[in-house]
Every structure is written in structure tokens, then in C-alpha cells.
């Protein structure tokens, strides 16, 4: 009966779009006499009319269903804000009862006279800090609308906020923000000694404290031997040394490590107030001194990802990046203070680092280089100066633009180009042919059994990952002495040999790892 309905409906449809059609020729074609549309009786113009009003009945009725559904989005939106609010404080609560347990497991431990690790230790102090914090931060939970001012009281107090509520993303905000905070005070203490180091070299732009300097304003990568070629300037009697820097240094410093008081500076005469900075910057990193003794006893390779980040940014070091790379720069970093050659107070001047600074958009999501670049109060922050220029490079060289300087080359100059990218692959060819036929004697078990000795014997390692190799000439020299032993008239040179070898140094740092030794070895076999 349905079927025969909805079919009845269809046809009176038809017919009311058959009569709108007629009414619509016998107006365009202006026949002007009424007997021509006499067969369309009034009860059909009235449904022409009806359907006509169709139109606007259904965008009216259209425009209030986007309304409806858009109020309703607001509400579903403040109802899931809300939720995710009360989760986030029963997952802060119930983590931070979870540590308050612990805590006092620990501190019984502690009363019966057993020794904590390191990590129990951390747990507890930040334990017992939060509980301290939970007393101002528990009122704008209990009192109804304090909640409006808790982001004023934040700005004012950053640390008001236990731990067990801060997530991730909340941390690593906190950390950039110190990060371009700090970014002004630490330029001014690198041009400090950066200053005193080259005049007391005379100016010498060829030094190696030069080169080591410049990788460190470009903040580059910086390793522990780097860092011990400039200590004897900061030794006793020397210009760096802490009780012949200048006061405004010493104030960078104490910013720098976060006890600075201008109160107590407006306060007390800057002489005594120099001298007090003085004893609280040696004790501050005779404190780093023994959390590293205990850091390098537990072991290095047992901090996880966040624990890398939390101890580097600790030491006001690079925080984002590989893990490997965070580990081996606290490598470095307790190197330098567990040293007896090295003051303590190098490490306040000169930092480890162990990644490029070109890799800061890779370590950083995109959205916390955005909030970098919007922030407008710190634009003399080295972070956020690396960071614009790096965009600014990204964006120049997009793939959706086309470098005009090319269009502008004359047609000569490119073939000239071609030819010579021609020559330069026919000589590698010519050079991989000679190599075939000089090592074709020789088995492939055989030359690798050659590299292993040398590497056993002058294995170096190399700066950007830490992988052990063997130095291109070094190897090419031992290779040609070993070989023409073997086969006294072979006939190898030098430079084809070191030529073909760098063929196969990925990252070219002239250094041959024994993957690479094996694609060179081959790619060889594959000539043959």
C-alpha cells in the first residue's frame, strides 16, 4: 500500500511540473491570447505557486538546522572542555597520591638509616614539593570562579602548579620560554669571552679557539675537547676567572642560574652583594658537581627520553633532540665538572652540545615554532633568531618556487656545466674501472680482513654520530702498502684509490666506516 501511494505521489508530481513547463512556454513565447492557457485551470497555477515558495522554505529551513547543529557544537565543545578539565585533575590527584605512598616508603627508609638511589631521592624532593605546592594551588580548586584567576596567578608564579598536573606539552612550553628568557644574558656572557679569549690571543683569526668560538655562536656542535682547548683561560689569575669578572657578568650569571634577587641587589652594597653572587655561583655548581658524581654512578644509559631532556635542561644545555645525542652531551657535561684540570665555573660560560642547529625545526613540532617566532618580547633571544632564519631558509627554498638567478644564466654557461658533469662521471667511471682491475686478485674476504686490522690499529671515530671508522688517506696508504706487498706490480695510485674511496664517504667527513667499506667493496664485484 506504500509502494501504490508513494507512486500516486510521483505522478502528481510529474503532472505538476508537465503544467509549469506549459505555463513557462506559453509566457516566453508571449502568445497573448488567454484561451491558449484556459487549460490550466487555477488549482494547478495555485501548486505552481506552492512550489515556487519551495526555495525559500527550505533555505530558512536549512539556515535553522546550521544554526541548531552549531549551538550545538558549542555546548558538546564546553562539555568536553569541562571533562577533560575533571580528568586532568583526577589523573594529577591520583598520581600525585601514587608518589605521596611512595614518598613515604622512602622516608621510613631513610629513618632506618638505608641510603637512596638517585632516582628515589629526585622522587622524593619533588614529592615533598608538590604536597608544599598543592596548599595555594588546592584554593582555586575549593573556592567556586577562582579558577578564572588561575592563569593570572600563574604568570605571576610559574612553578605554582604541582608536577603531577603539568603534562608534556605544558613542560616543553616552560622549558622554550626559559630558553628565550635566558637567550639575552647568555649573549651578552659569550661576547664577555669571547672578547677577553681573542685579545689575549692577539687577535689571531687562525686559532683553533677562533674556529670553537664561532661553532659556539652558531651553536653548532661542541664536545668536551673543544671546551678543555680554552680552559687555561679561565684558570686562576686569567681574565675569566670568577674573582676577576665584572659585576654586570656575575648578575648575567646569577640570571642565568636562576637566583638572581633584585631585591637584595637594590638592597645591599654592590660590593657585598658581588661577593655574595660569587659564593653562590661556586656553590651552585660544586652542587651539579656532586649530583653529577651521582648521575655518572647510576649510569647514563638508564635515563629515559624525558629524564635526558629534565637533567639537560638542568644544566641550561640544548634539551631537544635525538636521545643520543641529549646522552652524550651529559657525557661530556660530567667529563667537564668531575675534572680536576677544569674549573667549575667553565661550565657556566661554555656548554656541551651534540646536535646542529639546523636540526631545531626537526626536534621541534611545528606549533612550538610558531609560538617561538609570534613572541614578540624576545627578539634578541639567539633561540628565536636560529629559528626565524631557519624558516626564513625553508621558505626560500620551497620546491614550489623556482630560483630566478637560474632562469637568468645564459644557455652557454648551463651546456658548459653539462659537459663538465659529463667529464667529472666518464673520470669516476675510468677510476672505478681501474680499481676492478687492480683489486680483481685480491677476494673481497681478504680486503675487508685488511680493514679490520687497520681499524684495529688507527680506528677513529667519527663527530656527527659517533661511529667507528678508519680516515680515508690512512686507510688508502695502508691499503697500497699491504696490496703491493701482495702483488709488488700493482699498478694503483694514490689519488684514484682515495678519489674512489670518498665516492662511498656519505656524510663526507672523510671517514670510512666499515658499512661503507663494504658498498664500496660491491660496487666493485657489481663492475666486474
Same mark, same amino acid.
Given at each position: %500500500?506504500?509502494?501504490?501511494?508513494?507512486?500516486?505521489?510521483?505522478?502528481?508530481?510529474?503532472?505538476?511540473?508537465? %503544467?509549469?513547463?506549459?505555463?513557462?512556454?506559453?509566457?516566453?513565447?508571449?502568445?497573448? !491570447?488567454?484561451?491558449?492557457?484556459?487549460?490550466?485551470?487555477?488549482?494547478?497555477?495555485?501548486?505552481?505557486?506552492?512550489?515556487?515558495?519551495?526555495?525559500?522554505?527550505?533555505?530558512?529551513?536549512?539556515?535553522?538546522?546550521?544554526?541548531?547543529?552549531?549551538?550545538?557544537?558549542?555546548?558538546?565543545?564546553?562539555?568536553?572542555?569541562?571533562?577533560?578539565?575533571?580528568?586532568? &585533575?583526577?589523573?594529577?590527584?591520583?598520581? =600525585?597520591?601514587?608518589?605521596?605512598?611512595?614518598?613515604?616508603?622512602?622516608?621510613?627508609?631513610?629513618?632506618?638509616?638505608?641510603?637512596?638511589?638517585?632516582?628515589? %631521592?629526585?622522587?622524593?624532593?619533588?614529592?615533598?614539593?608538590?604536597?608544599?605546592?598543592?596548599? /595555594?594551588?588546592?584554593?582555586?580548586?575549593?573556592? /567556586?570562579?577562582?579558577?578564572? =584567576?588561575?592563569?593570572?596567578?600563574?604568570?605571576?608564579?610559574?612553578?605554582?602548579?604541582?608536577?603531577?598536573?603539568?603534562?608534556?606539552? !605544558?613542560?616543553?612550553?616552560?622549558?622554550?620560554? #626559559?630558553?628565550?628568557?635566558?637567550?639575552?644574558?647568555?649573549?651578552?656572557?659569550? *661576547?664577555?669571552?669571547?672578547?677577553?679569549?681573542?685579545i689575549s690571543e692577539g687577535y689571531d683569526l687562525y686559532s683553533s679557539s677562533w674556529g670553537?668560538?664561532?661553532?659556539?655562536?652558531?651553536?653548532?656542535?661542541?664536545?668536551?675537547?673543544?671546551?678543555?682547548?680554552?680552559?687555561?683561560?679561565?684558570?686562576?689569575?686569567?681574565? =675569566?676567572?670568577?674573582?676577576?669578572?665584572?659585576?654586570?657578568?656575575?648578575?648575567?650569571?646569577?640570571?642565568?642560574?636562576?637566583?638572581?634577587?633584585?631585591? !637584595?641587589?637594590?638592597?645591599?652594597?654592590?660590593?657585598?652583594?658581588?661577593?655574595?653572587?660569587?659564593?653562590?655561583?661556586? $656553590?651552585?655548581?660544586?652542587?651539579?658537581?656532586?649530583?653529577?658524581?651521582?648521575?655518572?654512578?647510576?649510569?647514563?644509559?638508564?635515563?629515559?627520553? *624525558?629524564?635526558?631532556?629534565?637533567?639537560?635542561? +638542568?644544566?641550561?644545555?640544548?634539551?631537544?633532540?635525538?636521545?643520543?645525542?641529549?646522552?652524550?652531551?651529559?657525557?661530556?657535561?660530567?667529563? &667537564?665538572?668531575?675534572?680536576? #684540570?677544569?674549573?667549575?665555573?667553565?661550565?657556566?660560560?661554555?656548554?656541551?652540545?651534540?646536535?646542529?642547529?639546523? #636540526?631545531? =625545526?626537526?626536534?621541534?613540532?611545528?606549533?612550538?615554532?610558531?609560538?617561538?617566532?609570534?613572541?614578540? $618580547?624576545?627578539?634578541?633571544?639567539?633561540?628565536?633568531?636560529?629559528?626565524?632564519?631557519?624558516?626564513?631558509?625553508?621558505?626560500?627554498?620551497?620546491?614550489?618556487?623556482?630560483?630566478?638567478?637560474?632562469?637568468?644564466?645564459?644557455?652557454?654557461?648551463?651546456?658548459?656545466?653539462? !659537459?663538465?658533469?659529463?667529464?667529472?662521471?666518464?673520470?669516476?667511471? *675510468?677510476?672505478?674501472?681501474?680499481?676492478?682491475?687492480?683489486?680483481?686478485?685480491?677476494?673481497?674476504?681478504?680486503?675487508?680482513?685488511?680493514?679490520?686490522?687497520?681499524?684495529?690499529?688507527?680506528?677513529?671515530?667519527?663527530?656527527?654520530?659517533?661511529?667507528?671508522?678508519?680516515?680515508?688517506?690512512?686507510?688508502?696508504?695502508?691499503?697500497?702498502?699491504?696490496? +703491493?706487498?701482495?702483488? /709488488?706490480?700493482?699498478?694503483?695510485?694514490?689519488?684514484? &684509490?682515495?678519489?674512489?674511496?670518498?665516492?662511498?664517504?656519505?656524510?663526507?667527513?672523510?671517514?670510512?666506516?666499515?658499512?661503507?667499506?663494504?658498498?664500496?667493496?660491491?660496487?666493485?664485484? *657489481?663492475?666486474?
Amino acid at each position: %500500500r506504500s509502494l501504490k501511494l508513494q507512486f500516486l505521489y510521483f505522478i502528481d508530481f510529474v503532472k505538476m511540473l508537465t %503544467r509549469r513547463a506549459a505555463l513557462h512556454v506559453a509566457r516566453q513565447h508571449n502568445f497573448g !491570447q488567454r484561451s491558449n492557457i484556459n487549460n490550466i485551470n487555477w488549482a494547478s497555477r495555485e501548486q505552481v505557486r506552492g512550489f515556487r515558495a519551495l526555495p525559500p522554505m527550505l533555505e530558512a529551513a536549512k539556515k535553522g538546522a546550521i544554526e541548531a547543529t552549531e549551538k550545538k557544537k558549542k555546548i558538546g565543545g564546553v562539555l568536553k572542555q569541562l571533562w577533560e578539565f575533571c580528568r586532568h &585533575l583526577y589523573h594529577g590527584m591520583r598520581l =600525585l597520591g601514587i608518589n605521596t605512598r611512595i614518598a613515604a616508603r622512602l622516608k621510613s627508609k631513610v629513618i632506618r638509616g638505608q641510603q637512596l638511589t638517585r632516582r628515589e %631521592r629526585q622522587l622524593l624532593e619533588r614529592t615533598t614539593k608538590d604536597l608544599i605546592r598543592m596548599v /595555594p594551588f588546592s584554593l582555586f580548586i575549593i573556592i /567556586p570562579g577562582a579558577e578564572l =584567576l588561575l592563569p593570572v596567578a600563574l604568570m605571576l608564579f610559574p612553578d605554582l602548579v604541582p608536577s603531577t598536573f603539568s603534562t608534556r606539552e !605544558q613542560d616543553r612550553k616552560r622549558k622554550i620560554i #626559559d630558553n628565550l628568557k635566558k637567550g639575552v644574558w647568555t649573549r651578552r656572557i659569550f *661576547e664577555h669571552q669571547f672578547a677577553r679569549i681573542i685579545i689575549s690571543e692577539g687577535y689571531d683569526l687562525y686559532s683553533s679557539s677562533w674556529g670553537i668560538l664561532k661553532r659556539v655562536s652558531k651553536g653548532d656542535i661542541v664536545g668536551a675537547d673543544d671546551i678543555k682547548q680554552l680552559v687555561h683561560h679561565f684558570k686562576s689569575g686569567k681574565k =675569566l676567572d670568577l674573582k676577576n669578572l665584572p659585576s654586570w657578568v656575575l648578575r648575567d650569571l646569577a640570571r642565568v642560574s636562576g637566583f638572581y634577587s633584585p631585591v !637584595q641587589a637594590s638592597l645591599l652594597p654592590k660590593r657585598l652583594y658581588d661577593a655574595r653572587l660569587l659564593c653562590k655561583i661556586e $656553590q651552585y655548581y660544586e652542587k651539579f658537581q656532586e649530583d653529577d658524581r651521582c648521575l655518572v654512578k647510576a649510569g647514563l644509559e638508564n635515563l629515559n627520553d *624525558e629524564e635526558l631532556e629534565y637533567e639537560n635542561a +638542568k644544566r641550561n644545555m640544548r634539551w631537544f633532540g635525538p636521545a643520543s645525542a641529549l646522552r652524550l652531551q651529559l657525557k661530556h657535561w660530567c667529563e &667537564l665538572s668531575l675534572s680536576q #684540570d677544569v674549573p667549575l665555573h667553565v661550565l657556566a660560560f661554555l656548554r656541551p652540545c651534540a646536535t646542529q642547529h639546523g #636540526d631545531m =625545526l626537526k626536534n621541534l613540532s611545528g606549533k612550538e615554532v610558531e609560538s617561538v617566532i609570534g613572541l614578540k $618580547q624576545y627578539e634578541d633571544s639567539p633561540m628565536k633568531k636560529r629559528l626565524q632564519k631557519l624558516t626564513d631558509e625553508v621558505q626560500a627554498v620551497s620546491t614550489e618556487t623556482i630560483d630566478q638567478s637560474f632562469l637568468d644564466r645564459d644557455v652557454e654557461d648551463i651546456a658548459s656545466e653539462a !659537459q663538465d658533469l659529463s667529464k667529472e662521471a666518464t673520470e669516476a667511471e *675510468e677510476a672505478l674501472k681501474e680499481m676492478k682491475t687492480s683489486l680483481s686478485p685480491f677476494s673481497e674476504a681478504q680486503l675487508l680482513g685488511f680493514f679490520e686490522t687497520v681499524h684495529s690499529q688507527s680506528g677513529f671515530t667519527r663527530p656527527c654520530d659517533q661511529e667507528q671508522g678508519v680516515k680515508v688517506v690512512i686507510l688508502a696508504r695502508e691499503m697500497l702498502m699491504h696490496l +703491493k706487498e701482495l702483488d /709488488p706490480e700493482l699498478n694503483l695510485t694514490p689519488y684514484r &684509490l682515495i678519489m674512489s674511496l670518498r665516492e662511498f664517504d656519505i656524510d663526507s667527513s672523510d671517514v670510512i666506516t666499515s658499512e661503507e667499506f663494504k658498498s664500496f667493496l660491491k660496487r666493485i664485484k *657489481e663492475s666486474e
